[in-house]
């Protein structure tokens, strides 16, 4: 029989445990959500738990939608991202979920995909495919020296085509590039997705890849995309890299280092109605 209930900070490091163990990169972004609804957003997002016999089999994160300033809705009242171990759970979790509200709900696993795609009122739609490696299938590549790029350096990016990023809101990001000509000719983000688990194990995302048109097809990106790669599997990291569907040229890119693509972004918008008594 499950049970489902409101989370606080003491269940935090058990529910992190769980979605790790349901995988770290289909769950990176909700432990990013989690550990902010259960420390310092929980006024605005709550994190509902689902247990079988006193273990979590499910999660979910929900917050509350306000409108914009500019009166803009989106269409719908709460957003929510979620997990679980099975169609029992993924059950509980979605009852326990607000009544006579649509919700939007992101995931990336394909249990919750084939569950929603048969519950009456929502609508599935996918959107990019998601990449990762694992230390025993990268395929290293090395040419170019790798610098990394910071605002003592930020001249390099004038008469590029890409703006400097905005340092300050960078945190604990990095951003890696090549330079040709005195110009930072190819840039990458690297950045941590979430907290780190209580394994010690962390997500990284690899972003914002982009090569100046004069320098393209020069394996420039192929060599950061490694270098970024290798880096974050040193701090025994996750890597996460990600693409649209149509672009066969960056999935070719990762693939080639080793990448496999373990899941697609997806979202359900679902309408709860409320329950007559």
Known sequence: MDEVTVASKQDENEILNFLERQGLAENAWLTWDVQGALNWLSGRKQ??????????TGTACIGRIGLSPSGWNPGYEYEAGLDALDHNAMQSITE????GTTILCVFFRSLIRDYFKVMPGASCSEGDLFFTVTPERFQQVEGNEIIELTPDNAGLFDGCERNPPDWERMGEGRMLGIARDGKAVCAVG?????PRMPSGRRAYAISGLATEVDYRRQGLAKELVS????????????PIYWTGPDNTASQSLCQGLGYQQYARRM???????????
């Open 47 to 56: 994190v509902a738990i689902c247990r079988r016999s006193g273990e979590i």
């Open 96 to 99: 326990a979920l607000p009544n």
């Open 190 to 194: 690297v950045a941590p997705i979430g």
């Open 227 to 238: 270098y970024a790669t290798e880096w974050i599997l040193q701090q025994n990291g996750v």
């Open 267 to 277: 979202t359900s918008w679902w309408r709860r109605e409320r329950k007559r008594r």
